[in-house]
């Protein structure tokens, strides 16, 4: 925030169109959170990132341009049961309009993804694979190298929805080796309305920008158009010049702590919550597979966890309650709804005493 005021009150102007100081001052800005998300991600070339209002609009931007530029009818777009409604709709959307097949890769008993029946799904026929690294509902962790490989050796790209992922490890695009990584500012302790695409120049070069507008032309007739490279062609608009302010202060903040403070932290938490919730009688942590990561999604029998999520604020204890924005996963679970904790580099172990207590206080309301 002290970020964001700061550059409004100093510098704040349009960026890349002005000749004034002001303007100079907001594009330098500008560029410089470009160069901090592209080193956040370990991208190879500046021009590979792309801001964007979120991790949602990231996917809508790519799943627009390659339903533009690469799919067609009968090709295959293969997503698992674990991801958010942002990276299930857009492909319905093409399934309905250019006649995609959308395939889906199950998850097995323990809630992890199933890698083996995901292998069995890639085909000739399927040209993307986009998957979450880590599943908002529940934390389970995808081996993501492991499906970037696959799905190379396929001949598909890759985009990952990374939103739940870079605020608890450190992402290595090149190393995962993946087409398009996605993820938002507020899920990274930043502002709401602003998040990255990260796109090989090579794919990104090719694939047609998903809104038009000021900025993003080079010329303009009333007879043709001329767009400008990447990243510019895919930032239509005024951009949200503060939510990139925000975002590098965010990035800056965890560069300063560090990901080896941050894993070890957010890994005794976990631990300890895991152990915590197992041992409350009547309550039921939600499987992740193999590895899970930030997330403690949970159910406690005869409460509804609308129910128990109020009854947990009065306790001053935050949670969500509901479907998540992942009803397939949910259905997958036989569940309609589950409380989820969602644990970040601030929280405490008295966090999660409070949350055990909070929990302890509403069964004893419902009799339980």
């Not at 533009?68 to 009968?74: D, E, P, R, V």
């Not at 965010?250 to 895991?274: K, N, T």
């Not at 109020?310 to 589950?338: E, F």
Request: with cysteine.
């Amino acid at each position: 925030l002290d970020a964001i005021l700061a550059g409004c009150a100093a510098t704040y102007s349009n960026v890349h169109r002005g000749a004034h100081f002001l303007s100079g001052e907001s594009t330098t800005a500008f560029e410089k959170a470009r160069e901090s998300a592209q080193k956040f991600v370990h991208a190879k070339r500046l021009e590979e990132i792309v801001f964007t209002k979120g991790a949602t609009e990231a996917i809508n931007l790519v799943a627009f341009g390659l339903g533009q530029s690469l799919l067609k009818a009968g090709d295959q777009v293969l997503i698992t049961e674990l991801e958010h409604h942002a990276n299930i709709v857009p492909w319905q959307i093409l399934r309905d309009t250019i006649g995609i097949e959308l395939v889906v890769a199950p998850i097995d008993a323990s809630g992890g993804l199933d890698m083996a029946e995901f292998a069995k799904l890639l085909t000739p026929r399927t040209k993307l694979v986009a998957v979450t690294h880590i599943a908002n509902a529940t934390g389970a962790v995808n081996p993501v190298a492991d499906i970037v490989h696959l799905a190379h050796e396929a001949g598909a790209q890759v985009l990952i929805d990374g939103s739940q992922a870079v605020p608890h490890r450190a992402v290595d695009v090149q190393a995962l080796d993946a087409d398009y990584y996605v993820f938002s500012g507020h899920k990274l302790y930043g502002p709401t309305g602003i998040g990255v695409v990260y796109g090989k120049a090579a794919l990104m070069e090719v694939l047609p920008p998903y809104q038009t507008g000021g900025d993003m032309i080079a010329s303009v007739t009333f007879e043709h158009t001329d767009f400008q490279d990447i990243p510019h062609r895919f930032e239509a608009g005024t951009p949200d010049i503060a939510g990139v302010i925000g975002l590098t202060a965010a990035i800056d903040y965890i560069d300063q702590l560090g990901w080896d403070w941050i894993r070890a932290h957010e890994r005794e938490l976990l631990d300890y919550g895991v152990e915590m919730l197992n041992g409350i009688a009547g309550v039921h942590l939600v499987g992740a597979g193999a590895e899970r990561s930030g997330v403690l999604s949970f159910t406690v029998d005869g409460i509804h966890p609308h129910d128990l999520g109020t009854i947990l604020d009065q306790s001053n204890v935050a949670i969500r309650a509901g479907n998540h924005c992942a009803q397939p996963l949910l259905a997958k679970l036989g569940l309609y709804a589950s409380a989820r904790a969602s644990l970040g580099l601030y929280n405490d172990r008295g966090d999660l005493d409070a949350l055990k207590a909070a929990i302890l206080r509403a069964q004893e309301l419902f009799g339980r």
